[in-house]
C-alpha cells in the first residue's frame, strides 16, 4: 500500500501482538521491520537472526538492563520515553564510547475511540512527553544536547483497535505542527516521523474496519498535505501495526468438553482453554465469533455461551452466539485470535499453554510446541532437602 503512494516508509510490525522465533523470520522474509517493547521480545527477535538495524525498541520503563541490550545490540532506534532514560542511555552509550539514534515518544493529547484501556495518545498517560505541557520540546532540547544521542524524529501511538481513520489524521496534523515548531525553534528537522500502530480488525461479522489501503493513503496524503503546507521535506514515514498485520490470521481451536443446560436460563458450552489463552473478553468486554469446525454445513439451532474451564465465573470466550448442537468432542473455533491472544496467554489454574502452528499452501509446522507439565514446575524449588 505504501509503495502505490509513492512516499520514503517503513513498516515495522509491532511485536507485542505476538511473537516468537518462527514469528520474527517470517517478519524478516516479508521485508517489515520490528518494533520491540521489552528485553524478552529483543531477545526473541535476535534469537531468530532478525537484522537489529530494523528494530525499533519502546517502552515507557526500560530497564537498565534492557537498555544495554539494546544498545550492544545495535538496535536502530531507541524510542525515548521519559527523562530518567535520557540520562541513563547517555551514560550508557558515552561510557561504550558509541552513538545510538533516537526517536522522541510525543504525547498528542488525542483521544479515539476505543477500549480506554488501550488509549495511549491522551494527556494523562504513562507514556510518552506531552505536547501541551511543553515536555515533549524540552525533550528535544535535552536530547540535542547530548552527544552520544543522535535525534532522527519523532514517534506517537494514540492507541488500539481504531475503526476513525479521522483520528490518524488528526496524528498526523499534530505531528507536521510539531516537527515544524521544533525546526524553528532549535533548526533540527525530523527524518523519520512514526505514527505507531493502531488499525482496528474484524472482529465480529458486522465489524467494518477500514482497510489497509486506505488506512496507508489517509496518512501519506495527510502527511503530504501538513508537511508540504509547513515548507518541510516529507520525512522518512514509519507505521507499526501489530494487529492489522497477525489478527485475522488466526484461528483458536478448542475441544468441547461440558454442556450445561440450565433451563429457560442459559446453556453453557465449555470448552478447555479460556482466559489464559485468550483474555481478551475478560478484559476489555471483547467479542468474538464462534463456530463448530466440524459442523460448518449444519443449521445454526442454539443460542449458547461458550465458557472457558477456569475458575472464574467471568470466564467466558463467547456469550450468546448461534451453533449447530453442540456434542461433546466437537471442534469449536474462534477466529481472528492472532493478536494479544498467545501473546497475553498465561497459565491460571497452572494450565499450560496451547501449541502455535503455522499453517500455508496446505502445509502445517508447529513453530511453539504446546507446553506440558514438567514446563509448568520447571523453574520450582522443593521446600526442603537439595534444590
Ligand atoms: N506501537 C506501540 C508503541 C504500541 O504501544 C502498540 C500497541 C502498537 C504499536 C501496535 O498497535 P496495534 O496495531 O496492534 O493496535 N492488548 C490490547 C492491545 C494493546 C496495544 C498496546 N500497544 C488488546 O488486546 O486489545
Known amino acids: 500500500a505504501f509503495e502505490s503512494e509513492k512516499v520514503d516508509f517503513a513498516v515495522a510490525y509491532a511485536a507485542k501482538a505476538f511473537l516468537c522465533v518462527a514469528m520474527a523470520q517470517l517478519v524478516d522474509e516479508e521485508g517489515l521491520w520490528l518494533d520491540v517493547s521489552s528485553g524478552g521480545e529483543l531477545y526473541t527477535a535476535l534469537s531468530a537472526g532478525f537484522p537489529p538495524e530494523k528494530i525499533l525498541f519502546h517502552g515507557n520503563n526500560k530497564t537498565r538492563h534492557e537498555l544495554e541490550l539494546a544498545v550492544e545490540s545495535g538496535v536502530r532506534y531507541i524510542v525515548i520515553d521519559n527523562f530518567n532514560e535520557i540520562e541513563y542511555l547517555d551514560g550508557f552509550v558515552r561510557r561504550k564510547g558509541r552513538k545510538q539514534q533516537v526517536l522522541i515518544r510525543v504525547t498528542p493529547g488525542i483521544i479515539p475511540s476505543t477500549h480506554t484501556y488501550i488509549q495511549t495518545g491522551q494527556m494523562d498517560s504513562k507514556f510518552g512527553f506531552g505536547l501541551a505541557t511543553g515536555m515533549a520540546m524540552e525533550a528535544v532540547i535535552e536530547v540535542l544536547s547530548?552527544?552520544?544521542?543522535?535525534?532522527?524524529?519523532?514517534?506517537?501511538?494514540?492507541?488500539?483497535?481504531?475503526?476513525?481513520?479521522?483520528?490518524?489524521?488528526?496524528a498526523v496534523e499534530v505531528m507536521a505542527a510539531f516537527v515544524s515548531e521544533v525546526k524553528s525553534r532549535t533548526g533540527f528537522e525530523a527524518e523519520v516521523v512514526n505514527f505507531g500502530g493502531g488499525l482496528g480488525i474484524k472482529y465480529r461479522?458486522?465489524?467494518?474496519?477500514?482497510?489497509?489501503?486506505?488506512?496507508?493513503?489517509?496518512?501519506?496524503?495527510?502527511?503530504?498535505?501538513?508537511?508540504?503546507?509547513?515548507?518541510?521535506?516529507?520525512?522518512?514515514?514509519?507505521?507499526?501495526?501489530?494487529r492489522s498485520i497477525v489478527g485475522n490470521?488466526?484461528?483458536?481451536?478448542?475441544?468441547?468438553?461440558?454442556?450445561?443446560?440450565?433451563?429457560?436460563?442459559?446453556?453453557?458450552?465449555?470448552?478447555?482453554?479460556?482466559?489464559?489463552?485468550?483474555?481478551?473478553?475478560?478484559?476489555?468486554?471483547?467479542?468474538?465469533?464462534?463456530?463448530?469446525?466440524?459442523?460448518?454445513?449444519?443449521?445454526?439451532?442454539?443460542?449458547?455461551?461458550?465458557a472457558g474451564k477456569h475458575c472464574e465465573s467471568g470466564d467466558i470466550l463467547v456469550k450468546d452466539v448461534w451453533l449447530p448442537e453442540p456434542e461433546s468432542g466437537d471442534i469449536l473455533a474462534i477466529p481472528a485470535t492472532g493478536a494479544y491472544g498467545y501473546a497475553m496467554a498465561n497459565n491460571y489454574n497452572l494450565q499450560p499453554r496451547p501449541e502455535v502452528i503455522f499453517v500455508t499452501k496446505g502445509k502445517a509446522r508447529t513453530v511453539i510446541r504446546r507446553e506440558t507439565y514438567d514446563d509448568l514446575i520447571r523453574n520450582n524449588f522443593k521446600l526442603h532437602g537439595e534444590k
Open 205 to 242: 461479522i458486522q465489524d467494518v474496519p477500514a482497510t489497509i489501503p486506505e488506512y496507508v493513503k489517509t496518512i501519506t496524503e495527510k502527511a503530504k498535505e501538513e508537511f508540504f503546507a509547513r515548507n518541510i521535506s516529507l520525512p522518512l514515514l514509519m507505521v507499526e501495526p501489530g
Open 146 to 170: 547530548r552527544e552520544s544521542l543522535s535525534l532522527k524524529g519523532f514517534h506517537i501511538h494514540i492507541g488500539s483497535q481504531i475503526f476513525a481513520l479521522n483520528s490518524f489524521e488528526k
Open 249 to 306: 490470521t488466526c484461528v483458536t481451536l478448542y475441544t468441547i468438553g461440558s454442556i450445561k443446560e440450565i433451563p429457560g436460563i442459559r446453556i453453557y458450552v465449555a470448552v478447555d482453554g479460556g482466559m489464559s489463552d485468550n483474555l481478551r473478553p475478560m478484559l476489555y468486554g471483547a467479542v468474538y465469533e464462534a463456530v463448530i469446525a466440524n459442523k460448518m454445513k449444519k443449521d445454526l439451532e442454539m443460542k449458547v455461551t461458550v
